[in-house]
């Protein structure tokens, strides 16, 4: 079962209204990292300065509120809200995966189709992203965010992964330290 009693978008989100599109994004990097191998140089937390200096620079253009967020080695899940009237995800997301491709080392190798989209061979071309629909499928989602490092092994509790709003919250009340969440919740092709 999921956590329940915590009121995360009233207390993180003052403004998150049925009105304001939130979605969670999974956005993966093209290959996942092989311990040892060449393409664990782009591992995303590896280079977390430089994507949270992209994420700023395309937040400060066109402007986001982070619900939530977790950066893991092969790729990262957040929880955002546009503001009123605005929907375009997808500008957002290109944008950030463009530049931080830009603005890292021109090293990695790029598939034929990628090159002729003037990509480089470093994110997936395609995220999953579900519209969240009310209070409760926010909630599991943001649960499943902060979730994620256990989920996927990288630590054996939740508060040990630096990489995430976890912490944000956990100092705002809304989760004691020691929370866990439900690993066995698939989202997407989260696994
Ligand atoms: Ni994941």
């Known amino acids: 079962m999921i956590s329940t009693g915590f ?22 990097p093209s290959v996942p990292a092989v311990p040892g191998s060449l393409r664990s140089t782009s591992s995303l937390v590896r280079e ?9 620079r395309v937040r400060d253009r066109h402007p986001f509120h982070i619900d939530a967020w977790v950066v893991l080695p092969e790729h990262l899940h957040c929880v955002m809200t546009l503001p009123p009237g605005d929907s375009d995800f997808s500008l957002r997301w290109r944008l950030i995966k463009s530049g931080f491709s830009r603005a890292l080392p021109k090293t990695e ?8 989209a003037g990509e480089r061979g470093i994110w997936q071309r395609h995220y999953w992203e579900h519209l969240i629909r009310d209070e409760a499928d926010y909630q599991r989602h943001v649960d499943y965010v902060h979730v994620n ?22 100092a705002a009340g809304i989760y004691p330290v020691d ?3 439900d690993v066995s919740v698939d989202m997407g092709s989260d696994s």
């Open 7 to 28: 009121h995360y978008g009233k207390r993180i989100c003052p403004a998150n209204g049925v009105a304001r599109p939130i979605k969670l994004s999974i956005v993966a």
């Open 48 to 56: 977390i300065d430089l994507l949270r200096s992209i994420v700023r």
């Open 109 to 116: 190798r790029r598939s034929k189709v990628r090159r002729a």
């Open 149 to 170: 490092p256990l989920k996927h092994g990288h630590v054996q509790r939740v508060r040990d992964w630096p990489y995430s709003t976890f912490h944000r919250y956990v």
């Open 179 to 181: 929370w866990s969440g």
